[in-house]
């Protein structure tokens, strides 16, 4: 044994067990599990990323100034204001180093991103999960949650892994009903695939005060996961603290590159969107008329709940899947265990989900 301790908390981590992508003695996996993007990565982001290979000696942008700019022109942020990281899970931690530490509270719903409480629990922080109504958290219940010893509340806004979303409204008045002194994080990594004229990404609440701060990712409908590239915009003074703490080449030369040229490919973003469009709601109607279900996502994802009845439960699904070689995600380990989760893919895909389905559920 060491005589070594770890800080309190990290003991009671669970580490993260990522979505499955191979299956034993299975050439040709469909791989649904971790909500990427249908379509793939933009083809000029792919040859961005290709053309740094005889760069790698060198070290990247620490600041990330020509990324951040690229991200600011996008959306019409100011880029110093933006913080860049490997990936949002990396800004998001961040946050938690930054604002919680022992005797404190971070807050979020009970079916929420099953990274917050490790986040939580890495700095000693206590994580807090509220009760969700229809698996959606509600503004009530995140404020009746508040102690004094609160300090980040962590908003998924869709929710991964239920797909659910608060309106516009909705997130305005968690924010005017949470004190100064408690940092809300509005984690939208799914905000491009949200149609909804009521929604918002949270760059107006962020804004409007010093205690909100957006986070979004490339690994979803940029499909550029295996890169590690997020971001956050933060009201300046939050900024100061994120750039204190990352540490200082935390985002490839290659991933910047990368990212850069996927938002300059307008035309591939709004074909993954469409993409995403028409095939959701189409994987959603199936999965109901299998007999599932479904709970209404604004995601690239949906979450079908299976009957338990001990033949058609969802831990039968998912080794039945498996024999077929399609990959979704259980979503056990966030509190739903009848519950799993898949990706929306491509048309054969989903075709291929469909007809799996239809065979188990026909199952005696």
Request: one cysteine or more.
């Amino acid at each position: 044994m060491s005589s070594l301790t770890p800080r309190p908390g990290i003991l009671d981590i669970a580490p993260y067990v990522p979505g499955a992508s191979k299956i034993q003695g299975v050439e040709r996996i469909i791989k649904l599990s971790s909500n990427e993007g249908a379509l793939g990565p933009s083809p000029k982001a792919v040859a961005a990323y290709s053309d740094m290979a005889d760069r790698l000696h060198r070290y990247p942008d620490g600041g990330s100034v020509e990324l951040r700019a690229t991200i600011g022109a996008q959306h019409g942020l100011d880029p110093d204001r933006i913080v860049c990281g490997a990936g949002s899970d990396e800004v998001l931690a961040l946050l938690a180093r930054a604002y919680a530490g022992p005797g404190d509270e971070i807050l979020f719903g009970e079916h929420a991103f099953t990274m917050y409480p490790l986040f939580a629990l890495g700095v000693g922080a206590t994580p807090v999960k509220v009760p969700e109504t229809n698996y959606t958290v509600t503004v009530d219940a995140l404020l009746a949650g508040v102690t004094e010893r609160t300090r980040i509340v962590y908003l998924a806004n869709p929710n991964n892994p239920t797909g659910t979303m608060l309106t516009k409204e909705e997130v305005t008045a968690l924010r005017d009903g949470l004190r100064d002194d408690i940092l809300l994080v509005i984690d939208a990594a799914y905000a491009e695939y949200v149609t909804r004229n009521d929604y918002t990404a949270g760059i107006e609440l962020v804004d409007a005060g010093e205690n909100v701060v957006m986070t979004r990712t490339f690994s979803k409908i940029y499909a550029l996961g295996a890169v590690r590239l997020g971001w956050a915009y933060c009201p300046a003074v939050i900024a100061d603290i994120l750039n204190r703490i990352r540490p200082p080449f935390n985002v490839t030369s290659a991933a910047q590159a990368a990212g850069i040229a996927a938002i300059g490919d307008v035309e591939f973003l709004t074909r993954s969107r469409d993409h995403n469009t028409a095939w959701l709601p189409w994987l959603a109607e199936r999965l109901e008329e299998c007999g599932l279900d479904v709970i209404p996502s604004f995601g690239n994802f949906v979450l079908a709940r299976f009957p338990e009845d001990g033949v058609h439960d969802a831990a039968s699904a998912m080794a039945f899947f498996a024999s077929r070689g399609i990959i979704p995600r259980s979503t056990a380990s966030a509190g739903i265990p009848d519950g799993i989760r898949i990706t929306v893919g491509i048309e054969d895909e989903m075709r291929a989900v469909i007809d799996a389905v239809t065979a188990f559920m026909d199952q005696k």
